[in-house]
């Protein structure tokens, strides 16, 4: 494991790895694929899917991260390399696992393999579950871009008013549900793992993923846990950089 802490630099540079290989990215909950649009707008051949409940995607039941991963495992071509932010990064981690060198390399932003493990998580799990049955969503979307950048609030607002109640109760028990920590040493694939400085929940449980996964790198960039919209350009440019490193190129 390797880490390395990154200046807010916002210069722009080509992204010929993301352009030339097939990428799916996969979304967070109370999101949906169309998030990454400002990212992969101009890959081609990047995959940007409606993970069950989300966006046009129908439920999946029982609502479990296993299952968003069967929903969108034929959707893998040889070579993919998988990117999942938060709810997606779980999913991709499952896939990974499953999938091992059938895809090329595995990006992780903003997860964590498990939140059962740490009272915090458990809580933290159950205090959102709660807020999402009692608050209005209006109200809730409007609370949900409290405290965040303008383009991020901008984002969550937009996303979480399109999400129904029952949607989003059923997305984090998803989340709530599920323990990746035994998919870890299963995963043979260059990995790279991502953290928002800012956002210091998800340290600990990325730290162990990046420890127990062979060879997988850490990296914190400036931003917090929405960081395809509060630092898109470093994002892309430390997946590129990585893929580059590992010879994906």
């Known amino acids: 494991m390797s880490h390395s802490d990154f200046p807010n630099d916002r210069r722009d540079h080509s992204a010929s790895a993301l352009r030339a290989r097939d990428t799916m990215w996969l979304h967070g909950a109370g999101l949906a694929g169309d998030t990454w649009g400002p990212i992969t707008a101009s890959y081609p051949r990047a995959q940007t899917p409606d993970l069950p409940g989300h966006g046009l995607a129908d439920m999946a039941y029982p609502p479990r991260v296993e299952t968003y991963a069967d929903a969108v495992q034929g959707r893998v071509q040889p070579g993919t390399v998988l990117i999942g932010h938060s709810l997606g990064g779980m999913v991709a981690l499952e896939l990974a696992a499953r999938l091992q060198n059938r895809i090329s390399a595995l990006i992780l932003i903003e997860a964590v393999p498990t939140v059962r493990d740490r009272l915090s998580g458990r809580l933290s799990a159950r205090i959102a579950t709660g807020l999402v049955r009692i608050v209005p969503q209006r109200a809730l979307a409007w609370l949900s871009g409290l405290g965040h950048s303008a383009e991020t609030r901008t984002e969550l607002r937009r996303q979480m008013a399109a999400t129904d109640r029952a949607r989003l109760t059923a997305v ?32 600990h449980g990325a730290t162990l993923m990046a420890d127990r996964i062979a060879g997988a790198e850490l990296e914190r960039l400036p931003g917090g846990h929405m960081l395809h919209t509060d630092n898109p350009v470093q994002l892309r440019h430390s997946i590129e950089r990585f893929l580059n490193r590992v010879g994906l190129h």
């Open 172 to 203: 984090l028990e998803a989340a709530a549900q599920y323990d990746g920590r035994p998919r870890l040493p299963q995963i043979s694939v260059p990995t790279l793992v991502i953290v928002g400085q800012k956002n210091t929940a998800t340290h």
